[in-house]
């Protein structure tokens, strides 16, 4: 099992950035495929991105590509969600996700997510 914390969450004028963690314990990270959902209020949890277990692949939501970046450290058991060029529309709950798998992808949706952190909170004013 294993256990995700997220942070870097915070208030950020539109077109602004922010750089999200995720810091997991209790079993190495590069078992696991990785992702960020969020979910904003009175809306379902969405895929925002993935990266595979290796860190080779990725994969975004298309409302993100080219503003979004994830990354990911095994060495320091650290998942990362570089955001630039924030929207308002961008505001929700930002929750890491593990699968114990190779993936995660938008197609696989949250139910195929094994593991969920707290959530960080991302608010973005225009």
């Known amino acids: 099992q294993v256990q995700l914390v997220e942070s870097g969450g915070g208030l950020v004028q539109a077109g602004g950035s922010l750089r999200l963690s995720c810091a997991a314990s209790?079993?190495?990270?590069?078992?696991?495929?990785m992702g960020w959902f969020r979910q904003a209020p009175d809306k379902e949890r969405e895929f925002v991105a993935g990266i595979s277990r290796s860190g080779g692949s990725t994969s975004y939501t298309d409302s993100v590509k080219g503003r979004f970046t994830i990354s990911r450290d095994n060495a320091k058991n650290t998942v990362y969600l570089q955001m630039n060029s924030l929207k308002p529309e961008d505001t929700a709950v930002y929750y890491c996700?593990?699968?114990?798998?190779?993936?995660?992808?938008?197609?696989?949706?949250?139910?195929?997510?094994?593991?969920w952190g707290q959530g960080t909170q991302v608010t973005v004013s225009s």
């Open positions: 209790g079993r190495t990270l590069s078992t696991y495929a």
């Open positions: 996700a593990a699968r114990t798998g190779i993936f995660i992808t938008q197609a696989m949706g949250a139910s195929a997510v094994d593991y």
